[in-house]
């Protein structure tokens, strides 16, 4: 099918070239800001078949996706996961394939997935301490990590970014760690400032840290602030001379944080979510059993994009009906 003329726009003029796929619900991580009693499955584990993720995205191809971000939940929990990565790959115009994992099983298949097309990978790293790792995540495993990390920066990956969730009193002291680390490794560093949810209000109030808390010592220290990439996540991204790493911050508590939006998402069961933090999901998959609705498929995310709202609600605490991020992919 031919790419129509017309790509997805808002009517705030925002643009969708970049799509936050989830693949499961499931993770067998146990985070505490997260998954704190582990993952507690809901109903049948009726995940989106490989024939209706092809489906999905060939109707969003056509609307000028670029970009993919395969996640979870635990996406490498998927069996068929390598499969799905090569049908991603077939799809015409989308140049980046991207993940995001918790690592667990990096050491056996990160090869498998870049020669099925992976291009880039960010991996869940909360803490270089082996005892605050496990005792953020319930994973013993730190040092197996570690290691696979510096195994996938010889794969040809043109990203390997790690994701660390700033966590009060629990990692917020780590960044001397955290740069002696980046300062010989071409890796990205991704701090997440804490969002509240739906099941974790308590939490957040303990340990929400402000982003600017890791920022301005940043730039203090001489780091600068990158251009951001059209289809580039939600991260500010700071380089410096001195380091061969990066390091971005994530701070959907900013002013503004929403104006440079572009990317939506789609569920493990197929419904469209225009915010993380949005109200309501969109059902897509009753049009992803015939390639004979692509039409209307397109028609559908084109017309919802009408509800797309300017911002999130979580200054005011809402947090939508998201329970937690696994729940939707992050």
């Known amino acids: 099918m031919t790419a129509i003329a017309s790509p997805l726009i808002d009517r705030f003029g925002r643009r969708f070239p970049y799509l936050r796929l989830s693949l499961t619900e499931a ?25 209706e993720i092809r489906r999905l995205l060939l109707a969003f191809s056509a609307v000028g996706l670029k970009k993919v971000r395969l996640t979870g939940g635990e996406p490498s929990l998927r069996r068929d996961l390598t499969d799905i990565i ?9 140049e980046k394939i991207a993940m995001t994992t918790n690592g667990c099983v990096l050491h056996k298949r990160a090869t498998d997935w870049r020669a099925a097309g992976l291009t880039a990978l960010n991996i869940s790293l909360d803490s270089l301490d082996c005892q605050r790792f496990e005792a953020i995540t ?7 990590l570690l290691k696979s990390i510096e195994d996938c920066l ?4 043109s990203s390997v970014k790690l994701n660390a969730v700033l966590l009060r009193d629990l990692n917020d002291q780590e960044l001397p760690s955290w740069l002696e680390y980046l300062r010989d490794r071409p890796i990205g560093l991704r701090f997440i400032e804490l969002m509240q949810t ?15 808390a890791i920022e301005r010592p940043l730039q203090e220290a001489g780091w600068q602030l990158q251009p951001r990439a059209a289809d580039a996540g939600p991260a500010r991204e700071y380089a ?8 971005g911050i994530i701070a959907p508590y900013s002013k503004d944080f929403c104006a ?15 915010c993380l933090f949005g109200e309501f999901g969109i059902a897509l998959r009753p049009l992803l ?16 994009l009408a509800l797309k709202t300017a911002g999130h609600g979580l200054h005011e605490g809402n947090t939508g009906i998201t329970p937690h991020l696994a729940s939707v992919g992050g």
Do not use: M, W
């Open 289 to 304: 059993q015939d390639d004979a609705d692509r039409e209307q498929l397109i028609g559908r995310l084109s017309g919802q």
């Open 260 to 274: 440079g939006c572009n990317r939506l998402r789609v569920t493990a069961r197929g419904d469209l979510r225009l």
């Open 138 to 144: 319930g994973y013993r495993h730190h040092a197996q």
């Open 154 to 157: 010889s794969l040809g990956f």
């Open 240 to 247: 410096h001379p001195d380091y061969a790493g990066r390091i």
């Open 86 to 94: 090569a049908e991603v790959a077939a799809v015409p115009g989308i």
């Open 27 to 51: 993770c067998n991580f146990k985070c505490s800001y997260c998954l704190p009693d582990g993952y507690q499955r809901c109903g049948s584990h009726d995940f989106l078949r490989l024939d």
């Open 198 to 212: 739906g099941e974790n209000r308590e939490y957040f109030q303990r340990h929400h840290l402000s982003a600017e």
